[in-house]
C-alpha cells in the first residue's frame, strides 16, 4: 500500500496520483499496479443514440408523404404543368442523401458521394423535363454536376488518409475551387459558342493560386510553419 | 392482469417528497442515490438476477412507473420485464428518464464483488432502500447456497406486503399547526468548473468507526454532528481561499430520518432536512466551535413537535385545492424554481448519513464494507453521504465539479486528527 505524501491518506494499489491533491504516487518499494482491477468501472453509461433505423423509417415516411400529396395535388391543380416534379424530385434527392447513410452504416464514403452527385443529376435532369430543356442538360448541367462530383470525391480520397494539417486542408480546398470554376467556364463556353475562350474564370484561378503560394511555403518552411502555429494558437 | 387485482387501486399518488423529487427532474440534476455492498466473493449475475426477480414483488413500491398526470405525476405497477441487473458503469447515479428503461426506477449493477442499487428518491428514502437492499442481499446470499433466516431487518419474499409498509406517512402524522421556516440566506455555493457530460467524480474515503467514535466523543459529538462540522470546516476553508469581499453563510442539508420520532414501517419517503449553518462574515470559528453549534442546533431543532409542523406544512402545500388544479405542466416549472430557492440555494451541500447497516449474523460475514452514493446536485459542487457497517466507516463526495478541494480538505483533516483514511476514486485524472 502507498500513501499520499502530502495528504497522508492510504491509496489504492493502482491509482497513479492521489485523487484528493493529485500529487503522483512514487513508491519504489511497491510500484503503481498498473494492470490490476480499478477500484470502479472505467466504462461510462450514456444515453442510447436514436435508433438509426426508425430515423431512417420516420424521414422516409415523410418524405414519400409530401411526395405522393403533391403528386396528387398536381392532378387537379394547374395539371396542365408537372410542377410536382420538382418536389418530388427534390424528395427522391433528400431521401438519397439522408437515409442509405442511416441504413447502411458502412457504406464507403466514395460509393456514397457518388449516389449523392448522382441524385441531383437526377434532379436537375426532372427540372430540364419540365422546362423542355434536354440540349442544356445533357451539354451544360450534367457535365459541371459530374465535374463537381469528380472534384468532391478527389478531395475526399485525398482527405481519407488520416488527419492533414489545417494548410494543406486550406489549400486544397482553395485549388479545387479553382479549378472547378474553370470547368465551369469551359462547359459555359462550349455550349454558348461552341470554342473555349477563357474569361472570368482565369481571374478566379489567378486569385486561388495567389492565395496557395502563401499557404504552401507557410507549409514547406518549417520555421514559418511554427511561428504561424504559434502566433495563431493552432 | 388476474380480475382479483383490480379490486386494488392500480395507481396511487405520490408523497409530498415524491412530488417534489419528479417535478424537478432533468438531464442536469439527479434525484438518484446509490447503495452498493462489496461482497467477500465475486458477484455472480445470473444469481443477482434471480434474487432480484424474487424480490420485486415482494416492494410493490419500488415495482412502480411514473406517468404524468394532467394536475400531478402519479406512480402505476410496471408489468415490464426487468429490471435486469447490469454490469456497473464509470459515471453512477444517473438522471433518471422517465420513459427509458421500460419506466423503472430502480437498477442494479454488478462490478466484480460489488453489487448497487440505485433508487429514485421519489419512490424511497435511503432507509426504506436498505430495508429493499438487505432483502435482495439477503436473498442473493440464497441463491448463493447461503442459508440466512427470516428476521433481523430481512423482509420474507413469500408474505404478502404488508400495508404499512406503502403508507404516506407524511399525511399520517400531519398534525393541525404548520410551521413556516422564515426565508434562508443564500449560501456559499461551493462550486467549481463543471465537468464534461457524463461525468461523477467519485471519491469514497473509509476509516474505522471506533477511532471516529473516540475522537467524535473528544469534541462532545455524535459522529454524525463531528462528521457534518468537519465538512462545513472544508467548505469554509474553501470559501476563505476564495477571499471574498462578503464571506456567504455555509449550511448543510442533513436528512433525519423521521421514523424515530413517528413509529412507522414505510418504506417511502418519511424524511426531514435540517440546517445547520455557520456565518463567517460574524467573525472567525474555531473547530471546536463549529462542532458545538452544529450539536446544539441538531439537539435543539430534531424534536417531535417542530419536526411534525414543519412536514405538515409540506402535506397541506400538495393537498392545496388551488395548487391542485394547475396543470403538471405549468407546476413543473414553478416546482423547480421554488426548489432553487428554498432548497438548493441556502445550502452549500448535502450530507446525509443513514448510519449504521444492520445485517443477520449469517449474512454478516459475507459482506466486506458498504457504501453510498448521491447524484448530482444542481450545480458542479459535492454532495456527501456516509454508511457504515461492522467497523468501517465509508464517506463519499460526490459531484460534477472538477476540483476536490472539498474532499481533500475533509479528509486531510480526519487524518490530521489521527484517524487512518484509505481512498478510492474514480476519477482518471
Not at chain 1, 424530385?89 to 437515409?99: D, N, S
Not at chain 2, 462490478?111 to 430495508?131: C, K, N, Q
Not at chain 2, 424554481?337 to 449474523?361: D, E, I, M, W
Amino acid at each position: 500500500m502507498s500513501y499520499c505524501v502530502n495528504c497522508g491518506v492510504e491509496l489504492d494499489d493502482t491509482a497513479q496520483s492521489c485523487p484528493l491533491c493529485h500529487t503522483p504516487v512514487l513508491n519504489p518499494n511497491k510500484p503503481v499496479d498498473m494492470w490490476g482491477p480499478k477500484p470502479f468501472p472505467t466504462e461510462k453509461g450514456e444515453v442510447p443514440p436514436v435508433a438509426r433505423g426508425e430515423l431512417a423509417l420516420l424521414i422516409s415516411a415523410m418524405l414519400v408523404s409530401v411526395a405522393v400529396c403533391c403528386g396528387v395535388l398536381n392532378l387537379f391543380l394547374r395539371a396542365e404543368r408537372a410542377w410536382s416534379l420538382y418536389v418530388i424530385g427534390a424528395a427522391v434527392m433528400l431521401w438519397i442523401w439522408f437515409v442509405p447513410p442511416l441504413l447502411l452504416r458502412r457504406l464507403p464514403v466514395c460509393l456514397r458521394l457518388v449516389l449523392d452527385v448522382l441524385a441531383v443529376a437526377l434532379y436537375v435532369f426532372l427540372i430540364s423535363l419540365d422546362l423542355g430543356g434536354g440540349n442544356w442538360y445533357w451539354h451544360l448541367a450534367l457535365p459541371i454536376i459530374l465535374l463537381g462530383g469528380a472534384i468532391v470525391l478527389g478531395l475526399a480520397l485525398i482527405f481519407r488518409g488520416g488527419r492533414r494539417s489545417i494548410l494543406t486542408t486550406t489549400t486544397l480546398i482553395i485549388g479545387a475551387i479553382g479549378l472547378f470554376l474553370l470547368g465551369v467556364e469551359l462547359f459555359v463556353d462550349r455550349f454558348l459558342t461552341g470554342s473555349w475562350q477563357p474569361g472570368w474564370s482565369l481571374i478566379v484561378v489567378t486569385v486561388c493560386v495567389a492565395l496557395m503560394i502563401p499557404l504552401v511555403i507557410v507549409r514547406r518552411v518549417p520555421s514559418l510553419r511554427e511561428e504561424v502555429r504559434r502566433r495563431f494558437h493552432m | 392482469m388476474p380480475k382479483h387485482k383490480k379490486k386494488k387501486p392500480d395507481w396511487y399518488p405520490l408523497d409530498n417528497a415524491g412530488v417534489l423529487y419528479a417535478s424537478i427532474q432533468k438531464e442536469k440534476y439527479s434525484a438518484i442515490y446509490r447503495f452498493s455492498a462489496v461482497m467477500t466473493e465475486e458477484v455472480d449475475p445470473a444469481a443477482l438476477q434471480r434474487a432480484v426477480d424474487q424480490v420485486m414483488p415482494r416492494f410493490p413500491g419500488f415495482r412502480v412507473r411514473i406517468k404524468q398526470g394532467l394536475f400531478w405525476y402519479y406512480l402505476e405497477p410496471n408489468d415490464a420485464p426487468g429490471p435486469f441487473v447490469r454490469p456497473d458503469i464509470a459515471n453512477p447515479c444517473q438522471p433518471v428518464r422517465f420513459k427509458e428503461d421500460n419506466g423503472w426506477l430502480v437498477r442494479f449493477y454488478y462490478y466484480r464483488r460489488r453489487i448497487s442499487l440505485e433508487v429514485f428518491h421519489a419512490l424511497s428514502d435511503g432507509s426504506g432502500a436498505l430495508t429493499f437492499f438487505r432483502t435482495l442481499l439477503a436473498v442473493y446470499l440464497r441463491e448463493t447456497g447461503v442459508d440466512i433466516p427470516e428476521g433481523g431487518g430481512v423482509l420474507n419474499i413469500h408474505e404478502p406486503p404488508a400495508r404499512e409498509e406503502m403508507e404516506d406517512a407524511y399525511s399520517r402524522y400531519a398534525g393541525k399547526k404548520v410551521l413556516r421556516g422564515g426565508w434562508q440566506k443564500t449560501a456559499y455555493p461551493n462550486t467549481s468548473e463543471a465537468e464534461p457530460f457524463y461525468t461523477l467524480n467519485v471519491t469514497m474515503g473509509f476509516m474505522p468507526v471506533d477511532k471516529l467514535k473516540e475522537v467524535a466523543k473528544r469534541y462532545g459529538a455524535s459522529i454524525t454532528e463531528y462528521l457534518a462540522a468537519v465538512l462545513m470546516q472544508a467548505i469554509m476553508e474553501n470559501q476563505a481561499a476564495q477571499r471574498p469581499h462578503r464571506p456567504r453563510p455555509v449550511a448543510l442539508a442533513i436528512p433525519i430520518n423521521l421514523r424515530g420520532w413517528f413509529p412507522s414501517k414505510t418504506l417511502r419517503n418519511f424524511i426531514l432536512t435540517v440546517r445547520p449553518c455557520i456565518d463567517p462574515a460574524l467573525g472567525e470559528y474555531t473547530f471546536q466551535e463549529i462542532v458545538d453549534r452544529v450539536h446544539h442546533f441538531m439537539r435543539l431543532s430534531v424534536n417531535r413537535q417542530e419536526m411534525r409542523a414543519v412536514f405538515t406544512g409540506n402535506v397541506r402545500f400538495t393537498a392545496n385545492r388551488f395548487l391542485q388544479l394547475i396543470p403538471v405542466v405549468l407546476k413543473n416549472p414553478v416546482m423547480s424554481l421554488s426548489y432553487r430557492l428554498v432548497a438548493a440555494r441556502p445550502y452549500s451541500a448535502t450530507y446525509t448519513n443513514p448510519g449504521q447497516f444492520k445485517v443477520p449474523p449469517e449474512m454478516a460475514p459475507h459482506i466486506q464494507r458498504m457504501e453510498v452514493i448521491l447524484g448530482q446536485a444542481t450545480r458542479p459542487s459535492p454532495h456527501c453521504a456516509s454508511i457504515s457497517y461492522g467497523n468501517v466507516m465509508e464517506i463519499t463526495f460526490a459531484g460534477t465539479g472538477v476540483s476536490s478541494e472539498t474532499e481533500r480538505r475533509f479528509f486531510t483533516h480526519l487524518v490530521k486528527e489521527g484517524i487512518p483514511v484509505r481512498v478510492e476514486s474514480n476519477r482518471t485524472k
